[in-house]
């Protein structure tokens, strides 16, 4: 099996990496494609894959795609792509929007997943939700499955409405994370705690609450209210933080990327 990467940006790259680092692949069946020949010579310095500047080069090789390009530059890429592909490929799909139809009836072939991740698959922990056009088998689907779990989890759903409700829970879930992060960091320092401490408060904290979460049962909700007792500091917080509505504004945010996903697409 060979597997080509187009797209050499954050996700394409973390997917090729997670990749070369699986049972599943070697360096000879592992390609990598982008426009940029500065980022394809910097790649190629790299043992991990073969780097290619041309489609052609590459394209009708591979067995297995993964478009890897921002939604924006797919039609400019479907055009280069579709005299150099056939029905066999399978074709991954990375973008944010880009329907399974749109896909097929711009490249001309049948068989697509299309997938949505998330950054931490940087490190190995990313959240991948796919979903797959009917021509594409059990046993390619399974296949597939293993290629994506290279970068984290990943889980399958029924349709694409699901791949763009992943999107606003778990594609664009980091920054969520990560702006109430920069929040509780920025307080700490108006407390008087240096940087470095600071960032090591808020990161060990949301890392020992995401570990309690996974390790039990007991619903956030629970855990929330074994750590807040009546009248105390946390219970303070809390309170704030239902006073100003800040439940149902996080869940506006995760509808508003829902939303937008689904813009994409049409």
């Keep these: 099996m060979k597997v080509l990467v187009i797209g050499a940006g954050n996700m394409g790259l973390t997917y090729a990496e997670g990749m070369a680092k699986s049972p599943y692949l070697n360096r000879r069946n592992l390609m990598i494609h982008d426009v940029s020949t500065e980022k394809m010579l910097e790649l ?5 894959f073969d780097t290619y ?3 052609e080069d590459c394209l009708p090789q591979a067995d297995v795609v993964f478009i ?5 530059h797919s039609e400019e890429l479907f055009e280069k792509m579709k005299d150099k592909v056939n029905n066999d490929q399978i074709f ?8 399974i139809d749109s896909i097929q009836e711009n490249l001309g ?9 998330n950054l931490p698959a940087k490190v190995g ?25 290279t970068t984290g989890e990943a889980i399958h759903v029924e349709n694409e409405r699901f791949i763009n409700a992943s999107t606003g829970i778990s594609g664009s879930g980091p920054a969520y994370v ?9 307080a700490a320092l108006k407390m008087g705690f240096t940087t470095n401490d600071s960032k090591v408060l ?14 039990s049962d007991l619903s956030p909700n629970s855990w929330m209210e074994r750590v807040a007792s009546k009248g105390g500091t946390t219970r303070a917080a809390l309170d704030s933080m239902e006073d100003n509505n800040v439940k149902e504004l996080i869940k506006e945010a995760a509808y508003a990327a829902f939303d937008r996903a689904t813009e994409l697409g049409k």
């Excluded at 890897?68 to 924006?72: D, F, H, R, T, W």
Aim: net charge neutral.
């Design 68 to 72: 890897a390009v921002k939604p924006y």
């Design 125 to 149: 922990l990313g959240m991948t939700s796919f979903t797959e056009a009917k021509e594409v088998s059990r046993i390619e689907l399974l296949m597939v499955r293993n290629l994506l779990d």
């Design 92 to 99: 991954i799909s990375l973008m944010a929007g880009i329907t």
């Design 44 to 48: 190629s310095e790299f043992p991990h």
């Design 53 to 55: 500047n041309n489609l």
């Design 109 to 117: 072939i049948k068989k697509v997943v299309r997938a949505m991740p």
């Design 178 to 186: 990560f702006y109430f992060m920069q929040s509780m960091m920025e």
């Design 202 to 215: 808020v990161a060990q904290t949301f890392e020992g609450a995401v570990k309690l979460f996974n390790e």
